[in-house]
Nanobody, 120 residues
Framework: QVQLVESGGGLVQAGGSLNLSCAASGSIFRINAMGWYRQAPGKQRELVASITSGRNPNYADSVKGRFTISRDNAKNTVYLQMNSLKPEDTAVYYC??????????????WGQGTQVTVSS
């Protein structure tokens, strides 16, 4: 079994910063891409940022220049540094990882979500 455990959410004023982290554990042969999605009330879940195993990042246009995704492969952990936060960044943030198991098959896993609330 594989678990993704997120931390770092909370309440912050507009213009502030938060750093999310997500650690994967369990039966893992290799972690391929990792990423962060978010879902605001009444809206669809959307990709925020992703990063390949080679640490190549990809960002949604709405967060470019403000958010930075990184990963520590030795710790099976992905981070999301969020700066210059805006009220529209308020959402539940979900970590995701594409993981290769010992069977050779790849599976997508999701964290339980962490709430980020930005007050104006």
């Amino acid at each position: 079994q594989v678990q993704l455990v997120e931390s770092g959410g909370g309440l912050v004023q507009a213009g502030g910063s938060l750093n999310l982290s997500c650690a994967a554990s369990g039966s893992i042969f290799r972690i391929n891409a990792m990423g962060w999605y978010r879902q605001a009330p009444g809206k669809q879940r959307e990709l925020v940022a992703s990063i390949t195993s080679g640490r190549n990042p990809n960002y949604a246009d709405s967060v470019k220049g403000r958010f930075t995704i990184s990963r520590d492969n030795a710790k099976n952990t992905v981070y999301l540094q969020m700066n210059s936060l805006k009220p529209e960044d308020t959402a539940v943030y979900y970590c995701t990882a594409n993981i290769r198991k010992l069977t050779g098959y790849n599976y997508d896993y999701w964290g339980q979500g962490t709430q980020v609330t930005v007050s104006s």
